[in-house]
């Protein structure tokens, strides 16, 4: 196998993987556009959009990746140095950059998942805390903290539906980005293919052209479910906020009711305290 055809074996690898990412972002996202529905999760709130989840797997893929080149570059550098060191400290110190590596992979890995799991700056956490104090009587500093929630996730959601500028999303430009990797893949197929003459290398040739039409596919597929996701989304947030302004308006109303009969015992009061002095 000459060099370019590693090379290009090298390419439709990473592209065989992008293309795999991609298929699990069309099923994800499909499946978001598919279950919108206003949902009351007990326990822990829970993210309500399962491709949010899914891009936690190549996240947490990455940062292990990340660890094991660093743990490789370490290795090589403690056998070249020819110091000769001895088999006990080189035992001793590979076990220790893998624990390393296992700590940090493990606390990356729960940290990715902890944040992908946990939404609590929402229309249905700030809701459900809300009907906790329903029917009770709430100070207007406790008023004024959640309305001041409610502004902050308002412009998270605004800022997280924009249907005017989609393709300015950052999720939909890397999956436009995409068909980049699969021209790749052509232009490495074709020079290896030229520089190595032969009936099997200009079928792969012109197979290699499937690449980017798949990874066009994908990425126009990605963004029209997440569009179709995203409108459905922005209605049930639409009555999940309908519901928290009911609620503070309960609240709002309650917190200024005069309590009844608190003239009456401040006068009383008043009255004993006058005549009290002399």
Not at 142 to 168: C, G
Request: aromatic share 6%.
């Amino acid at each position: 196998m000459t060099v370019a055809w590693a090379v290009a074996g090298i390419v439709a690898g990473a592209w065989l993987l992008i293309a795999l990412l991609q298929l699990g972002d069309v099923a994800t996202v499909f499946l978001d556009s598919r279950t919108a529905r206003d949902r009351d999760v007990p326990g822990r709130i829970a993210r309500e959009r399962t491709n949010e989840l899914f891009w936690v797997i190549p996240l947490g893929a990455i940062v292990a990746l990340g660890v094991g080149v660093g743990i490789d570059q370490v290795g090589r550098s403690l056998f070249d140095t020819g110091t000769g060191l001895r088999q006990d400290v080189v035992e001793t110190g590979t076990l220790f950059l893998l624990g390393l590596a296992v700590l940090v992979v493990g606390i990356a890995t729960l940290a990715l998942a902890a944040t992908a799991a946990t939404d609590h700056i929402s229309y249905s956490a700030l809701r459900r805390e809300l009907r906790e104090f329903e029917g009770e009587r709430i100070t207007p500093k406790q008023l004024a903290d959640f309305r001041r929630r409610l502004v902050r996730i308002d412009a998270r959601t605004r800022s997280r539906l924009r249907p005017t500028r989609v393709l300015l999303q950052t999720s939909n430009v890397l999956r436009l980005c995409s068909v980049l990797v699969g021209l790749l893949v052509v232009a490495t197929t074709w020079i290896a293919a030229s520089t190595n003459p032969s009936a099997r290398g200009e079928s792969l040739a012109w197979l290699s052209i499937v690449a980017p039409i798949l990874n066009a596919l994908f990425g126009a597929l990605a963004i029209r479910f997440g569009i179709t996701a995203d409108a459905a989304w922005r209605r049930v947030y639409a009555r999940q906020r309908v519901d928290i302004l009911k609620l503070l308006e309960g609240f709002d109303r309650a917190t200024r009711k005069k309590v009844a009969g608190l003239g009456d015992r401040v006068a009383r009061a008043l009255k004993i305290l006058g005549e009290q002095q002399p």
